[in-house]
C-alpha cells in the first residue's frame, strides 16, 4: 500500500471534535497541537523508519532529528520524548542497538529535551524514531494554514537525501557525499524555528517523505494559494543531479511525483530529472518558510552569519488553484 492510499484511511476517519484541539490531522500538518492553558499548548508528533545509513549511531542521530524536527516547524520546542524501538535481538548484536540509542538520546539532549522511557519490540527488521512532546505558545503556533500571497519561500536545507541515500545502499556514493547528507540529516531545525518564530513567519513545515514539492503542495492547500518555484534557486546536495542521471530514484520519490501530476504544472525550461529532485523523498530535510519578503532576506542573513547555514529563498506565494504549484 502507497503512503497516499494509507492517507486516505487515515483522513476517512472522523476527526475528533474538541476546541481545544488547534490542529488535527485533518490539515496534513506536521504535528497534532492541543491547547491545555491560554498561553500553553502541548506539540504531540511520532516517527520511526528503517535504517537509511549503515551506521548505527548515525541512525539513532537522524531518526531522532527527524522526529523532533515536526515539533520545530509548528514553532515549537521540544519538552520530552519517548523511544520507539524494534530490533531482531536473535539476530543482530544488541551493542548495535545500544549505538542506535546513544545516538537518539545524545541529539535529544543537544534540543534541551530528553528522553523519559519508551517501548521495544521484536521485530524482524530494525526500526527506530520517536514520540515528542514539545510545548508552544498558542498566539506562536506557525501551522501550515497561514501562507499569504507575496510572501517568499525560506528553505533551509538542501534537497536530495533520498536520492543520496539510495545512491549509498547502491554502493554509488561514499566519501564526501556520504559525510554531506550525514550532515544535513543530523542537523536540528531548532536555530530556524526559533528565528522565524521572532520574524513573524504566516506558514512552515519540514521537508520529509512528501519532498518539497509534497509538502509545499499541502501548504499551499491548506492556505488557499498557489506557490512558484524557482528551480534554479532549490539547494541540492552535490551527488543529486548525477545520481538521477544515473537512475537512481527511490520508489517513494517516484511515487510522490505521481500523485503531484495534475498539482503541479512544469515550466518548458524544466527536465524530467527536476521533477524526481523537487519531490525527493527525504528524511529529515529543513524547514520551509512562508514569510514577508524582507524577513525572509533577513532570515537568511540571520541563519547565514549566526549559524553558519546555507538557506536560499526557492520561491513565492501566488494567487491561484489552492495547492497548486508552478516549477520556474
Ligand atoms: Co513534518
Ligand atoms: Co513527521
Ligand atoms: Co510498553
Same mark, same amino acid.
Given at each position: 500500500?502507497?503512503?497516499?492510499? @494509507?492517507?486516505?484511511? &487515515?483522513?476517512? @476517519? ?20 492541543? *491547547? ?31 522526529? #523532533? ?7 515549537? /520546542? ?15 548484536? #544488541? ?34 524514531? &520517536? ?44 566519501? %564526501?557525499? &556520504? ?23 504566516? /506558514? ?15 501548504? $499551499?492547500?491548506?492556505?488557499?494559494? $498557489? #506557490? ?8 541540492? &546536495?552535490?551527488?543529486? *543531479? ?41 528524511? /529529515?530535510?529543513?524547514?520551509?518558510? /512562508?514569510? #514577508? ?13 549566526? %549559524?553558519?547555514? $546555507? ?18
Amino acid at each position: 500500500m502507497s503512503p497516499v492510499d @494509507l492517507g486516505k484511511i &487515515l483522513f476517512s @476517519l472522523d476527526c475528533p471534535r474538541d476546541e481545544n484541539l488547534l490542529v488535527g490531522f485533518q490539515g496534513g500538518d506536521d504535528a497534532a497541537v492541543y *491547547k491545555v492553558r491560554e498561553d500553553l499548548a502541548i506539540i504531540h508528533t511520532v516517527d520511526f523508519f528503517t535504517p537509511i545509513v549503515d551506521d548505527p549511531k548515525s541512525f539513532g542521530q537522524i531518526a531522532a532529528a527527524n522526529s #523532533l524536527s515536526d515539533v520545530y516547524a509548528m514553532g515549537g /520546542s521540544p519538552l520530552m520524548a519517548l523511544n520507539i524501538v524494534c530490533f531482531p535481538s536473535s539476530s543482530l548484536d #544488541l551493542s548495535i542497538l545500544g549505538e542506535i540509542l546513544k545516538g537518539g538520546e545524545e541529539k535529544v539532549r543537544e534540543a534541551n529535551a530528553f528522553i523519559a522511557g519508551g517501548h521495544t519490540i521484536d521485530d524482524k527488521e530494525p526500526k527506530y524514531g &520517536l514520540a515528542v512532546i514539545g510545548q508552544v505558545d498558542p498566539d506562536k503556533l506557525i501551522t501550515n494554514r497561514g501562507a499569504q500571497v507575496g510572501d517568499a519561500l525560506l528553505l533551509t536545507k538542501p534537497i536530495g537525501g533520498g536520492i543520496v541515500t539510495t545512491g549509498i545502499k547502491r554502493g554509488y556514493v561514499k566519501g %564526501e557525499v &556520504l559525510e554531506e547528507v550525514m550532515v544535513v540529516m543530523k542537523a536540528l531545525n531548532a536555530a530556524p524555528s526559533e528565528l522565524m518564530q521572532q520574524l513573524g513567519a504566516h /506558514s512552515c513545515t519540514d521537508i520529509t517523505g512528501f519532498g518539497l514539492l509534497g509538502h509545499g503542495h499541502e501548504m $499551499a492547500r491548506a492556505s488557499g494559494v $498557489a #506557490l512558484e518555484i524557482y528551480k534554479n534557486k532549490v539547494p541540492l &546536495l552535490s551527488a543529486t *543531479k548525477s545520481l538521477v542521471r544515473d537512475g537512481v530514484i527511490p520508489g517513494g520519490t517516484k511515487t510522490n511525483l505521481k500523485f503531484l501530476e495534475d498539482k503541479v504544472s512544469f515550466s518548458s525550461t524544466c527536465k524530467e530529472e527536476d521533477g524526481y529532485i523537487l519531490a525527493d523523498a527525504m528524511t /529529515s530535510g529543513g524547514l520551509l518558510i /512562508s514569510l #514577508l519578503e524582507e524577513k525572509a532576506y533577513e532570515l537568511r542573513e540571520l541563519l547565514k552569519t549566526k %549559524e553558519g547555514m $546555507a538557506p536560499a529563498i526557492i520561491g513565492r506565494v501566488v494567487e491561484g488553484k489552492a495547492g497548486s504549484i508552478y516549477v520556474s
